[in-house]
């Protein structure tokens, strides 16, 4: 089932966006902002960004708008980014060497522990320092590593016998990659990464005039 | 502003969700499904899929149920599957090569066509067959070839510039992952695959509780 959010996941969504603008504009050294100028930046309403801001306590002033550097903080602080994170790759493909070459993951506080494979000619071989190591070491490496992500990039034929041996390990969030709904317990986050239906989504889009015009027509 | 759809996100987002099931059950041999066996599988109502549908015509029929196969024909033609499309990859680093090497976008119709990068260490160097171009080259590439969608792997610092280029020279699909929020024209469409919003959309989640238990307790 996966674990429910408390606040709806639209709104959850749209946090680590509000974080990345105000990010961009503490770069740039603004130091206040009003939500209308938020909105607008944003592409959303400004009652939109308060409201969800407010289930997480009140936040500016109206009239006043945002302190920028305090926003940023408290999303900081909200998205979790206070603590690090402890993750493994299952899977050392292609995917999950991009995603373990990816270093900007480190530069927020989620530390690679581990990367996994099944395939033997990979055992040992290192990416940034970290060894490939048989998938048959998970079990052992889990009950003397504390991980909080595992990342899952292996085919979706596996996928799902490699959550329910990732759960009974103990691991409580899955960040997956394979294209298929896994099925997980109450207690543990499922993020999925869904490629596949991502680019279907724009080849969809590419045809939606000329599909839904035949539609009309056809009626 | 990117291109407005006609069907709302949400369901569309939901097509290649159903797509998926229905290639499922094909391949088990499932000839026929209920919409509340459908629905229960999916995690979605029964009337919800059906609503969903609609929007495309009707399918199937009150206690019968859908026919497999002809539902998974007419969502592969919705999802535009029944033609192939042309692409190119902007960036080369782990992340475009991981894309580029993914085959099963390929045997879905996506066919590669070029790989571009701005380090010419890699010019030259080949991923499936398919040469790693200067990215100069990009504009001359694409007066000659008929492109449909552009998969944008570069840094975020050049990624508008990048994409006001592919927009210039006739681009009307981008499939983005650079961490930021493109600007493109009302007749382009732009998807996005944002890692590190979903990453952050997991750390958020692991500290959900305790975030608004204190939220509580402060009041």
Redesign the interface.
Same mark, same amino acid.
């Given at each position: 089932m996966t674990?429910k %959010?408390?606040?709806p996941m639209p709104v959850?969504?749209r =946090? %680590?966006?509000y974080?990345?603008y105000l990010e961009e504009l503490l770069k740039n050294d603004v130091k206040r902002i009003s939500s209308r100028e938020l909105s607008e930046k944003m &592409?959303v309403t400004a009652s939109q960004i308060r409201q969800d801001l407010n289930n997480?306590?009140g936040f500016g002033q109206q009239g006043y708008g945002y302190n920028v550097e305090e926003l940023y903080n408290t999303l900081t602080?909200? =998205? &979790?980014?206070d603590?690090t #994170?402890s993750t493994i790759i299952i899977g050392a493909g292609? *995917?999950g060497? !991009?995603?373990a070459? #990816?270093t900007?993951?480190e530069r927020? &506080?989620?530390n690679l522990k581990g990367i996994f494979d099944i395939n033997p000619r990979l055992f040992g071989l290192k990416i940034r320092d970290i060894e490939i190591m048989d998938v048959e070491l998970l079990e052992d490496f889990l009950s003397k590593n504390k991980i @909080?992500?595992a990342i899952l990039c292996i085919p979706k034929d596996n996928s799902q016998i490699m959550a329910d041996r990732l759960v009974k390990a103990g691991i409580? !969030?899955i960040?997956n990659f394979s %294209?298929?709904?896994l099925d997980v317990p109450d207690d543990v986050?499922l993020?999925n990464?869904? =490629?596949? @239906?991502?680019?279907?989504? =724009?080849?969809?889009? *590419?045809?939606? @005039?000329k599909? *839904?015009k035949n539609?009309v027509e056809?009626k």
């Amino acid at each position: 089932m996966t674990k429910k %959010p408390i606040v709806p996941m639209p709104v959850i969504r749209r =946090l %680590p966006r509000y974080h990345r603008y105000l990010e961009e504009l503490l770069k740039n050294d603004v130091k206040r902002i009003s939500s209308r100028e938020l909105s607008e930046k944003m &592409g959303v309403t400004a009652s939109q960004i308060r409201q969800d801001l407010n289930n997480y306590g009140g936040f500016g002033q109206q009239g006043y708008g945002y302190n920028v550097e305090e926003l940023y903080n408290t999303l900081t602080r909200i =998205l &979790g980014l206070d603590k690090t #994170y402890s993750t493994i790759i299952i899977g050392a493909g292609n *995917l999950g060497q !991009a995603i373990a070459n #990816y270093t900007n993951f480190e530069r927020t &506080g989620f530390n690679l522990k581990g990367i996994f494979d099944i395939n033997p000619r990979l055992f040992g071989l290192k990416i940034r320092d970290i060894e490939i190591m048989d998938v048959e070491l998970l079990e052992d490496f889990l009950s003397k590593n504390k991980i @909080d992500i595992a990342i899952l990039c292996i085919p979706k034929d596996n996928s799902q016998i490699m959550a329910d041996r990732l759960v009974k390990a103990g691991i409580k !969030a899955i960040w997956n990659f394979s %294209p298929i709904d896994l099925d997980v317990p109450d207690d543990v986050i499922l993020e999925n990464v869904h =490629l596949s @239906d991502s680019l279907l989504t =724009l080849s969809y889009r *590419l045809n939606e @005039d000329k599909l *839904l015009k035949n539609k009309v027509e056809e009626k």
